[in-house]
RNA sequence: GGCGUCAUGGCCGAGUGGCUAGGCUGGGCUCUGCAAAAGCUCCCACAGCGGUUCGAAUCCGCUUGACGCCUCCA
């Protein structure tokens, strides 16, 4: 089995991947709050932990991948509606009605991204006894405290004992000297206290009984809940946006330890931003595009639509941890990348072989793995996938040969990385195309080649200029014309 | 203000103490009736200033700038 090394980001490096239990792996991703339609930027992360999953799945690990829905509201401030009341109000719905309309966003747009679904995916109000009983838990041992109804975790008692910043690297001395000047309006002993189980007023929507009365569970709650009740008190990789890391990755930790007194996680993954206009994305503050516009084209930011590949292409072309600026001619760039490469997927299959082999597949195939076993580097992957390019074009023009035992071994490599790792789909080309279009283009093709025999210019000319206003690219070749669809 | 990350050729985006990333664009060539498409090929960059080193874009320091977190956020 090949070498796996994962970006640890509670070392801080490259730490060689070994599952807890041989053979299995327990991955947790933190998933959306369900108030809204997902934007790109989610997607990336999404995506990002996708391609893990399949590589995971693809070195042969049985792989149990839990990514919850957050599905209660959560405070945007301290004593303002949550954002699900909130969007029930706007949009005059249930905030179950507002749940189950944005989680059906969701699955589809990941499905048109082809993101694969998890084994398991949770939802916060269905863990709400769960909770509870953390809750309870971690009061017993005496790290949690009740004021008028609402729970909070007792940040700097545990700190006594634990480190709060073990991931993040902050210092609590240093929040406490950094802390604004609060309203004091809140119940908290301390302002770095976080709530686990928070009151209900009257006005708020989505409540449930609890020993402390009526309320709602703490935003961080949830996620310890649930990635230990499906994967255990130890798992191998918790994965997240960077943005969440602190600090609600900081307070899952603590909220584990002070439940089960172990670290719950192995390998803390975290996802860059994607940005544009050099600013993240963002729900909050507007700047963002959401999937359904890339389609369509409809975004100021855009001069055209892009298909779901493409934009995946686009993310991959970049390493998961870095910053990835979103622009219409980034994409537009990614998109003419992205096309070359299932055009020679497509000469891929009809290559012929030859007695011997002038390229050197497996030290091919390799280099492919080596980059992926280094903190999943996609873009070194492409990088060689392009050399694979290089190498198909070649082999048709008869300038590389290979045996048909390297050819097989190629072909199988090649879609392995292209479409089992990262994901992608042969959107491209004629041969999803009907039989009928088919034919009815093979008969234009033929009336065009006649003209030419005849050197009617502008017969010729003419079927082929409306041909391409059309989105249907002829392509004369040595061996005769072929088309593709755009 | 605190903590952290990053600064790469026209654009996007990897990486390494000394040997070509890759994609897009642009130049050249092949193919073509002309094109287009496609293919081949060329274009050697690493914010600034110091330092370590035989050698640094890669390590260290400072400066400048950008971004992220510190408040819901993927």
């Known amino acids: 089995?090949?070498?796996?090394?994962?970006?640890?980001?509670?070392?801080?490096?490259?730490?060689?991947?070994?599952?807890?239990?041989?053979?299995?792996?327990?991955?947790?991703?933190?998933?959306?709050?369900?108030?809204?339609?997902?934007?790109?930027?989610?997607?990336?992360?999404?995506?990002?932990?996708?391609?893990?999953?399949?590589?995971?799945?693809?070195?042969?690990?049985?792989?149990?991948?839990?990514?919850?829905?957050?599905?209660?509201?959560?405070?945007?401030?301290?004593?303002?509606?949550?954002?699900?009341?909130?969007?029930?109000?706007?949009?005059?719905?249930?905030?179950?009605?507002?749940?189950?309309?944005?989680?059906?966003?969701?699955?589809?747009?990941?499905?048109?991204?082809?993101?694969?679904?998890?084994?398991?995916?949770?939802?916060?109000?269905?863990?709400?006894?769960?909770?509870?009983?953390?809750?309870?838990?971690?009061?017993?041992?005496?790290?949690?405290?009740?004021?008028?109804?609402?729970?909070?975790?007792?940040?700097?008692?545990?700190?006594?004992?634990?480190?709060?910043?073990?991931?993040?690297?902050?210092?609590?001395?240093?929040?406490?000297?950094?802390?604004?000047?609060?309203?004091?309006?809140?119940?908290?002993?301390?302002?770095?206290?976080?709530?686990?189980?928070?009151?209900?007023?009257?006005?708020?929507?989505?409540?449930?009984d609890s020993p402390w009365g009526v309320g709602f569970p703490g935003w961080h709650l949830e996620c310890t809940v649930m990635s230990s009740k499906y994967l255990g008190e130890e798992f191998d990789i918790h994965g997240g946006g960077m943005d969440l890391k602190f600090p609600h990755h900081e307070c899952e930790i603590a909220q584990a330890q002070a439940c089960n007194h172990v670290?719950?996680?192995?390998?803390?993954?975290?996802?860059?931003?994607?940005?544009?206009?050099?600013?993240?994305?963002?729900?909050?503050?507007?700047?963002?595009?959401?999937?359904?516009?890339?389609?369509?084209g409809d975004n100021p930011n855009i001069t055209k639509a892009y298909s779901a590949s493409v934009a995946r292409f686009f993310m991959m072309q970049a390493h998961y941890r870095s910053v990835l600026d979103f622009s219409n001619e980034a994409i537009m760039a990614a998109e003419k990348g992205f096309n070359r490469l299932m055009e020679a997927l497509n000469l891929l299959n009809k290559l012929e072989t030859s007695a011997n082999s002038s390229f050197d597949v497996s030290k091919w195939k390799q280099q492919c793995y080596d980059a992926l076993n280094d903190d999943f580097n996609t873009p070194i992957l492409i990088a060689n996938l392009f050399e694979a390019v290089k190498i198909i074009n070649l082999i048709h023009d008869h300038k590389e040969t290979l045996n048909e035992q390297d050819l097989d071994n190629f072909k199988q490599a090649i879609h392995a990385f292209v479409f089992d790792v990262i994901g992608l789909e042969n959107t491209s080309i004629s041969n999803d195309n009907s039989d009928k279009l088919n034919g009815v283009v093979e008969i234009l093709i033929a009336l065009r080649n006649q003209a030419r025999e005849d050197k009617d210019w502008n017969l010729s000319d003419k079927i082929r200029d409306e041909l391409i206003a059309l989105g249907i690219q002829l392509e004369d070749g040595k061996e005769g014309t072929t088309f593709a669809i755009n």
């Open 1 to 208: 089995m090949q070498s796996l090394k994962i970006y640890n980001s509670l070392s801080n490096k490259k730490e060689v991947f070994k599952p807890i239990k041989d053979g299995f792996v327990g991955m947790y991703v933190c998933g959306p709050t369900v108030y809204s339609n997902v934007h790109l930027g989610n997607v990336r992360t999404f995506m990002s932990f996708d391609m893990i999953y399949r590589y995971l799945l693809h070195l042969g690990y049985k792989v149990r991948y839990v990514r919850n829905i957050t599905d209660a509201g959560h405070l945007t401030d301290d004593d303002a509606e949550d954002k699900i009341s909130t969007k029930a109000r706007l949009e005059k719905l249930e905030p179950m009605e507002i749940v189950q309309k944005y989680t059906i966003d969701f699955h589809n747009i990941l499905q048109k991204f082809n993101n694969l679904p998890p084994s398991i995916e949770p939802t916060a109000t269905g863990h709400i006894v769960e909770q509870i009983k953390a809750i309870e838990t971690i009061i017993e041992n005496g790290l949690a405290y009740e004021v008028n109804g609402s729970v909070y975790f007792d940040v700097i008692k545990y700190n006594k004992t634990e480190n709060y910043g073990i991931l993040s690297k902050r210092k609590i001395e240093d929040a406490i000297e950094n802390t604004r000047a609060l309203d004091g309006q809140s119940d908290k002993k301390n302002a770095q206290d976080f709530a686990l189980w928070k009151k209900a007023g009257p006005e708020h929507i989505q409540r449930w």
């Open 263 to 296: 670290a719950p996680v192995k390998y803390w993954m975290h996802g860059n931003m994607l940005t544009m206009n050099g600013k993240k994305m963002s729900k909050s503050t507007g700047n963002n595009i959401l999937p359904k516009e890339i389609f369509t």
